[in-house]
């Protein structure tokens, strides 16, 4: 089982920010945590992943909780082309599998 | 740099044909797994290998399904006597190393079971 909840879906306006939750309140001190995309019909696309520092790239940004309970994807400027499900993944290090769960339907309206 | 290439893209099969899906990694990944996507559900993992060997099948049908990984060439899976059930999207990923680097992903292989 996924060791991660999501939202079920999420709607946000072209342009805006998308802040896209993630509790993972089971973390272990070793485990990561992974977003992906999957855009409809295309493999799952690696966003980015990170332990407990906030991490940006050039997709994304990733804010991780003190805690290390949960996290938040942020997609900073939405196009239509972010419309995805998005999924948190933990994983641990040296571990194979990644456990999908279901993931949030991100709809993004002009 | 090629990303993960999978094919065919589209698989069409009878039942109790035998169903060969390949995947190419990326380049310098030796890192190979398997994934099955049913209808308008999440991917499932199925196999982990590592060139000449299998890693963690946990996820793999006991029955009809297997998987390998040669020196040379492609990751192949391989799925017997096809049934309506086997119907899904198979996804591969690849990765350098078990370490956290993340795994990538091809565009999948559609099997479509008549």
């Known amino acids: 089982d996924a060791k991660t909840t999501q939202p079920t879906s999420m709607d946000c306006a072209e342009g805006r920010a998308a802040n896209l939750p993630c509790n993972h309140s089971t973390i272990s001190g070793n485990e990561y945590v992974y977003w992906y995309r999957q855009i409809h019909s295309q493999g799952p696309q690696y966003i980015i992943h990170g332990l407990k520092n906030n991490e940006t790239n050039e997709m994304a940004s990733l804010i991780i909780t003190e805690d290390r309970k949960s996290s938040t994807l942020i997609l900073p400027h939405a196009t239509l082309r972010d419309t995805a499900v998005y999924y948190c993944i933990v994983r641990a290090r040296n571990t194979d599998k990644l456990i999908f769960g279901t993931g949030t339907r991100l709809q993004v309206f002009p | 740099n090629a990303g993960v290439m999978q094919n065919p893209r589209h698989l069409v099969r009878r039942r109790g044909q035998e169903a060969r899906l390949r995947c190419s990694p990326m380049?310098?990944?030796?890192?190979v797994y398997w994934y099955r996507q049913l209808p308008e559900e999440g991917l499932k993992f199925m196999v982990y290998?590592?060139?000449?060997?299998?890693?963690?099948e946990s996820g793999m049908p006991k029955e009809r399904f297997s998987a390998e990984f040669p020196k040379e060439g492609p990751s192949i899976l391989r799925i017997q006597q096809v049934v309506r059930g086997d119907s899904a999207a198979y996804f591969c990923?690849?990765?350098?190393?078990?370490?956290?680097?993340?795994?990538?992903f091809g565009d999948g292989t559609r099997l479509s079971i008549l």
């Open positions: 990923a690849s990765s350098p190393d078990s370490g956290n680097q993340p795994q990538h």
């Open positions: 380049k310098g990944h030796s890192h």
């Open positions: 290998l590592q060139k000449e060997n299998i890693i963690d």
